[in-house]
């Protein structure tokens, strides 16, 4: 006999391996893990970096969700979100709480689906620094663009 949890809202870690929406996806080997490691810290990188041209490899030219925004372009839509946000936030840091990370990806469609926890610290030139603990989820094509990006 075998256990489905069809919800889990309190995240219970144990329960997770049975989670319906892990069914059907293919886990992600230690190299796999290292390079999706590799390439959030490398976005992130670029994000505090305040240029776009270092974010702009990062993403597919049309997201399909861009922190709650639907269908938008690269250029001009998401260039003007990060110009916008970088002229009253002048400094950020984003800290992964790597223990959070679950990936999993679905093999026919080529998609990697990317979860984890950040502190994220942020700056104006009025106020000191001040941080949030935000939830993340980024969704991967197979060239490794950004699709889709959200907090939870």
Request: proline residues 3%; hydrophobic residues 40%; glycine residues 4%.
């Amino acid at each position: 006999m075998g256990v489905v949890v069809v919800l889990n809202p309190f995240e219970v870690a144990a329960f997770r391996p049975w989670q319906w929406e892990n069914w059907g996806q293919e886990a992600p080997n230690q190299d796999e893990l290292s390079e999706i490691r590799t390439h959030i810290e490398q976005f992130y990188a670029a994000v505090e970096s305040h240029d776009f041209d270092n974010i702009r490899p990062f993403y597919r030219e049309t997201v399909e969700n861009y922190f709650g925004n639907e269908n938008r372009r690269l250029v001009p839509d998401i260039r003007a979100a990060y110009l916008i946000y970088w002229k009253k936030y002048v400094g950020e840091r984003h800290e992964i709480d790597w223990e959070s990370l679950e990936v999993s990806q679905e093999e026919e469609s080529q998609i990697t689906r990317v979860r984890f926890s950040l502190r994220y610290y942020f700056k104006t030139e009025e106020a000191d620094w001040k941080n949030l603990l935000l939830g993340t989820e980024i969704r991967l094509d197979a060239e490794q663009k950004i699709f889709y990006i959200d907090k939870f």
